[in-house]
């Protein structure tokens, strides 16, 4: 992949979306049978799969937190998932990952319920086009809510790129690899409404009106997977009720 030579044509990016237009996403909940809560999730080309275990006994013992659950997350990527082979096994981008995202889920997940106990998110990214992370949070959430761990609401995550001086929504690869800036982020959304940001994270330049306004695009995007999130666990549990 090389650089492109403008990233906006009339209006539209290099894949037709309008700057604010978020790509397809597809949700699938309860996907994998072993675990307490699973999620598959799309994200225009972003394939991931998260799967939660738990709450569960903490090995080895002294791990173990007499007032709260521990929170511990895993971000993988499949050596398949890149176009050039990613060797396997955690690097300081995965580690990092796991890290900045295990801090958003302790922000949400009610751990003081589950004293001594560990609550395990495991995300495994089958094939990555930019966002990895973001997809990879939202699958986490909707795999937690199947897991039936108590919430104070749900994390939701996306993206905001600076392309051509635009400020862009859910940037794809040739957006995220070669714009000026990138700012994933995470959201906690309670009773419908965005109430914190949970993750926040910025590689290049932007001044303080495009961070304003890159916030205000993120939120609007947040929004719209939120209501993805939620169909998607609706749908799961009235189908459970109607197979009862
Ligand atoms: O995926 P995300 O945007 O959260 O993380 P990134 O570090 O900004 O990576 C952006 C994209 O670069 C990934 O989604 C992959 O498509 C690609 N990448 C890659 O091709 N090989 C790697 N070892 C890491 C990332």
Redesign the pocket.
């Known amino acids: 992949m090389s650089r492109p030579e403008k990233f906006i044509i009339d209006g539209k990016r290099l894949d037709g979306r309008t700057p604010d237009q978020l790509r397809p996403i597809k949700i699938e909940v309860d996907y994998l049978k072993r675990a307490d809560g699973s999620c598959y999730l799309e994200m225009g080309k972003n394939r991931v799969v998260a799967a939660v275990y738990g709450p569960r006994e903490v090995h080895p013992r002294h791990l173990q937190d007499p007032t709260k659950a521990i929170i511990r997350y895993r971000y993988n990527?499949a050596p398949f998932s890149?176009?050039?082979r990613?060797r396997p096994g955690p690097d300081r981008?995965s580690i990092e990952?796991s890290k900045v995202s295990k801090e958003a889920f302790e922000a949400v997940i009610m751990k003081e319920l589950f004293p001594r106990s560990a609550i395990d998110i495991f995300v495994e990214v089958l094939q990555?086009?930019?966002?990895?992370?973001?997809a990879c949070i939202n699958a986490a959430s909707v795999a937690l809510v199947d897991a039936g761990i108590p919430m104070k609401g749900i994390l939701t995550s996306v993206a905001v790129a600076k392309v051509d001086g635009v400020l862009v929504l859910d940037p794809m690869?040739e957006e995220?690899?070669y714009g000026e800036a990138?700012i994933?982020f995470a959201f906690l959304i309670r009773g419908g409404k965005i109430e914190s940001i949970a993750l926040l994270q910025m590689d290049g330049k932007m001044t303080k009106e495009e961070i304003k306004e890159a916030i205000n695009l993120a939120k609007k995007g947040a929004m719209e997977i939120y209501q993805m999130q939620r169909e998607a666990i609706m749908k799961k549990f009235i189908e459970e009720g109607e197979n009862e």
């Open positions: 990527m890149v176009e050039e990613k981008r990952i990555a086009d930019a966002g990895s992370r973001t690869k995220d690899n990138d994933p």
